[in-house]
């Protein structure tokens, strides 16, 4: 499909042997680094980014010991409190997390209210970025905040039809666009990763989002194929492979 490595920017491995809690009600199956390497086994994929799920909440237990399992090519996404020490966050960093995630849209993370201070604490001690699962509609209440943070990441393609302008801006100041979750969006995905590539070409990362939790419909290979179909290799290559790969610092670890 693609001879040229992928990393895949945004996956989640589930554990039952570590804490889960229930989101509205809902506790995933089962989904072990087994189970992704089997889902995955036809895709050249040769790190990637393990996110914690709203289901996790602030348990690092299951991430530690995924990253451990999936090897140096892989970095964490995980969800702090605020009050989490400097020290914590040091002993994350040498476990492999490179970033902080903020789950506006479903909850288990951090208030929102403490984003730039905390978005700005872990870039500080150990350049860490902010990733935020947000629905579009949301970013003009908290623009004037992402616009000051060093860098930020938003999931899924903001989701949301009706506020893509404001992730646009986003773009434009700088930001970094998850091509992941493609059934989740309520508009042509295609469409949208052009307009964001024609913004900034370094902007726009591809994920698989395994495995699909509560989406609409779980990834397959189509998801890839409407990437490498539709982009020029060298910048399919940026969106599979190279940004995400700059991003997560993986040759700094």
Same mark, same amino acid.
């Given at each position: 499909m693609?001879?040229?490595?992928?990393?895949?920017a945004?996956?989640h491995?589930?554990?039952? &042997?570590?804490?889960? &809690?229930?989101?509205?009600?809902?506790?995933?199956?089962?989904f072990?680094?087994?189970d992704y390497k089997?889902?995955?086994?036809?895709l050249?994929?040769?790190g990637?980014?393990?996110?914690?799920?709203?289901?996790q909440?602030?348990?690092?237990?299951?991430?530690i010991?995924a990253?451990?399992?999936?090897?140096?090519?892989?970095?964490?996404?995980?969800?702090?409190?605020?009050?989490?020490?400097d020290?914590?966050?040091?002993?994350?960093?040498?476990?492999?997390?490179?970033?902080?995630?903020?789950?506006?849209?479903?909850?288990?993370?951090?208030?929102?209210n403490?984003?730039?201070q905390?978005a700005?604490?872990v870039?500080d001690?150990?350049?860490?970025?902010?990733?935020?699962?947000?629905d579009?509609?949301?970013l003009?209440?908290?623009?004037?905040?992402?616009?000051?943070?060093?860098?930020?990441?938003?999931?899924?393609l903001?989701?949301?039809?009706a506020?893509?302008?404001?992730?646009?801006?986003?773009?434009?100041k700088?930001?970094?666009?998850?091509a992941?979750?493609f059934?989740?969006?309520?508009?042509?995905?295609?469409t949208?990763?052009?307009?964001?590539?024609?913004?900034?070409?370094?902007?726009?990362?591809?994920g698989?989002?395994?495995p699909?939790?509560?989406?609409?419909k779980?990834f397959?290979?189509?998801?890839?194929?409407?990437?490498?179909?539709?982009?020029?290799?060298?910048?399919?290559?940026k969106?599979?492979?190279?940004?995400?790969?700059?991003?997560?610092?993986?040759?700094?670890n």
């Amino acid at each position: 499909m693609f001879d040229k490595p992928i990393f895949d920017a945004h996956l989640h491995i589930i554990d039952p &042997q570590y804490p889960l &809690q229930p989101n509205e009600g809902y506790l995933p199956p089962a989904f072990s680094v087994a189970d992704y390497k089997e889902k995955t086994a036809g895709l050249h994929i040769t790190g990637g980014a393990v996110v914690s799920g709203s289901f996790q909440g602030f348990d690092q237990q299951y991430l530690i010991a995924a990253l451990a399992a999936l090897g140096p090519g892989f970095a964490g996404v995980t969800q702090i409190p605020a009050s989490t020490t400097d020290e914590e966050i040091i002993a994350l960093h040498h476990a492999g997390i490179r970033a902080v995630r903020f789950n506006v849209q479903r909850g288990g993370s951090e208030s929102i209210n403490h984003l730039e201070q905390l978005a700005v604490r872990v870039y500080d001690l150990v350049k860490w970025h902010v990733e935020l699962y947000i629905d579009s509609r949301q970013l003009p209440g908290v623009s004037t905040t992402l616009q000051r943070l060093p860098r930020v990441v938003i999931d899924h393609l903001g989701l949301s039809k009706a506020g893509f302008k404001h992730l646009l801006q986003l773009v434009e100041k700088g930001a970094t666009v998850k091509a992941t979750g493609f059934s989740r969006c309520d508009f042509n995905v295609l469409t949208a990763m052009r307009q964001i590539t024609a913004i900034n070409p370094g902007a726009l990362i591809f994920g698989t989002d395994l495995p699909s939790t509560r989406a609409p419909k779980p990834f397959t290979d189509k998801d890839l194929k409407l990437i490498l179909q539709n982009f020029p290799t060298s910048l399919a290559e940026k969106i599979c492979y190279l940004n995400a790969k700059e991003l997560y610092g993986i040759n700094n670890n």
